[in-house]
């Protein structure tokens, strides 16, 4: 999984209460990006960054918020969960230009009740 | 703005024939193009891309890739499939005449298609 880690791997929370989802990676890559995989939807990007502290919002960025204080380390938080964010959230990396491919971390499955 | 369609939810085939994946883009100008594989409960992996030159591209574990402009396609095939290919497959689009700030390199990905080989 290209030296991405995510954690917790799986977490069932309740609906109202804020959670945090971490993504580490090893190889100091600058691009990385946040996504919710949802059946019938495929992958949308939720929020991106481009470097410590530079983020920005992606398709579906309501209700989710990131930061990147350090290379390595990119965090979404759900600010108030919402059965609606029930969903598997993937992490990426990029290895630099537009002509590079992604890479995937292992995945977060979340459940909001 | 940029898209994919993955026409077919879910492809079925017999082992040892060849397979096919469908994918159509929109872009506004070339387009830069990328298959990924998920098994169950696993992250997406990279298969192969197309960025430009040989319209055919040969990726990982056997597949590859057609290009065809006119048509604005991009499908996945292999010659003789393997009960081990069964997996989901996106295709992803990248435009790279959009710029979507600060250096960001986003892509859309298509729905996804479930591949499955039958023994």
């Known amino acids: 999984d290209a030296g991405i880690t995510q954690s917790p791997r799986h977490k069932v929370t309740e609906t109202g209460t804020p959670v945090t989802l971490r993504c580490h990676q090893t190889?100091?890559?600058?691009?990385m990006y946040w996504y919710r995989q949802d059946p019938g939807h495929g992958l949308r990007l939720i929020h991106y960054?481009?470097?410590?502290?530079?983020?920005d919002k992606g398709e579906v960025s309501d209700g989710y918020s990131v930061s990147r204080s350090k290379t390595e380390d990119f965090l979404l938080t759900l600010e108030s969960a919402t059965s609606s964010q029930t969903s598997v959230y993937f992490c990426?990396?990029?290895?630099?230009?537009?002509?590079?491919?992604?890479?995937f971390g292992p995945g977060t499955r979340l459940t909001v009740t | 703005a940029q898209s994919v369609a993955q026409p077919e939810d879910q492809v079925n085939v017999a082992e040892g024939n060849p397979l096919t994946v469908k994918c159509t883009y929109s872009?506004?100008?070339?387009?830069?193009l990328f298959w990924y594989v998920q098994y169950p409960n696993r992250g997406l992996q990279f298969l192969l891309k197309?960025?430009?030159?040989?319209?055919l591209v040969k990726g990982s574990y056997g597949f590859e890739a057609e290009f065809n402009k006119s048509q604005t396609s991009f499908h996945l095939k292999k010659p003789s499939a393997l009960v081990s290919d069964s997996a989901l497959y996106f295709c992803?689009?990248?435009?790279?005449?959009?710029?979507?700030?600060?250096?960001?390199?986003?892509?859309?990905f298509g729905k996804g298609t479930k591949l499955s080989v039958i023994p």
């Open positions: 992803a689009v990248r435009d790279p005449i959009s710029y979507s700030g600060a250096g960001s390199y986003q892509l859309t």
């Open positions: 872009v506004s100008g070339n387009p830069y």
């Open positions: 190889e100091n890559h600058r691009y």
């Open positions: 990426a990396i990029s290895v630099g230009g537009a002509t590079y491919e992604q890479y």
């Open positions: 960054s481009y470097g410590v502290k530079d983020t």
């Open positions: 197309y960025i430009t030159g040989d319209n």
